[in-house]
């Protein structure tokens, strides 16, 4: 069981708006950075958000924000190259570890 | 260009040791957090060790705390993971990232190299 919650599917049309959230508590995501990483196929991973900033060469279609130990990323005018597995993570200080979601599934329909 | 490449993966038997190895280039090496983040067949990230900037600060996963350690070597940009007592669970691709600040999240990630257990 992981110590960070994602949904296991989310859907949507291509232009639509998507948000994928990311829930944990006050020893990881309320204290730290959240990062998201996109994965398609079981490639590498890639960084799509850092807290609220967006990566170098990442479409600006992505964002990212934080409320309390909920952090969650959205897409705007989902495309059809979007469609993959994101992941979330970020530092636990309690567990003296790094902590990931279990991922989210994202289908473009 | 950051770039970090992992390499020393390979077949190993149950109880066998590997180092990885992960050449990073393309930014001041010894100023990161660096980590590795593994993935077994078909399941998600899984974390399994960070390090400080300068070598202290070891941090590990439950899983593999006392079979795994990590170390780096500053003068040649270099990350390693050495795993002993390897077991079948420990089968996945394994990926180093440099950590934006002291806990921050990964921002960039090598292209991995898997490692199999089996007999």
């Known amino acids: 069981q992981s110590a960070l919650t994602q949904e296991a599917s989310v859907s949507g049309t291509v232009g639509q708006k998507v948000t994928l959230s990311c829930t944990g508590n006050?020893?990881?995501?309320?204290?730290?950075?959240v990062g998201w990483y996109q994965q398609i196929s079981h490639g590498a991973p890639k960084t799509v958000m850092l807290g609220n900033s967006l990566p170098s060469g990442i479409p600006d279609r992505f964002s990212g924000s934080k409320s309390g130990t909920t952090a969650s990323l959205t897409i705007s005018g989902l495309q059809p190259e979007d469609e993959a597995d994101y992941y979330c993570s970020t530092w636990d200080y309690s567990l003296r570890a790094r902590v990931f979601g279990g991922g989210t599934k994202l289908t473009v329909l | 260009e950051v770039q970090l490449v992992e390499s020393g993966g390979g077949l190993v038997q149950p109880g066998g040791s590997l180092r990885l190895s992960c050449a990073a280039s393309?930014?001041?090496?010894?100023?990161?957090?660096m980590t590795w983040v593994r993935q077994a067949p078909g399941k998600g990230l899984d974390w399994v060790s960070s390090i400080g900037g300068s070598g202290a600060g070891t941090h590990y996963a439950d899983s593999v705390k006392g079979r795994f350690t990590i170390s780096r070597d500053n003068s040649k940009n270099t990350l390693f993971l050495q795993m002993n007592s390897l077991r079948a669970e420990d089968t996945a691709v394994y990926y180093c990232?440099?950590?934006?600040?002291?806990?921050?999240?990964?921002?960039?990630w090598g292209q991995g190299t898997l490692v199999t257990v089996s007999s």
């Open positions: 393309g930014f001041t090496f010894s100023n990161y957090v």
């Open positions: 006050s020893n990881n995501v309320g204290s730290y950075a």
């Open positions: 990232a440099r950590v934006s600040g002291s806990f921050g999240p990964p921002d960039y």
